[in-house]
């Protein structure tokens, strides 16, 4: 029953780091926009890095290991 003086303050701890890391959020304005964040790992645009990193995968290299 003594854990509970431990884990009491311990859980407050984490919910002030929590609220905290929510008010950064909010301040440092990553909640401004969603629908364009939600809607950009959808599609691609032409020429990201992911594109190209699909298009090398179609075409593996012939030969031995380099």
């Not at 509970?4 to 984490?14: C, F, G, N, T």
């Not at 929590?18 to 008010?23: D, E, G, H, K, P």
Request: charge should be negative.
């Amino acid at each position: 029953m003594e854990v509970i003086w431990v884990l009491i303050p311990l859980s407050v701890l984490l919910m002030l780091l929590a609220v905290r890391a929510f008010v950064w959020a909010v301040r440092s304005r990553q909640f401004d926009d969603l629908d364009r964040e939600a809607s950009r790992i959808l599609f691609e645009e032409p020429g990201s890095e992911s594109a190209r990193v699909d298009k090398e995968s179609e075409h593996p290299r012939r030969g031995g290991h380099d």
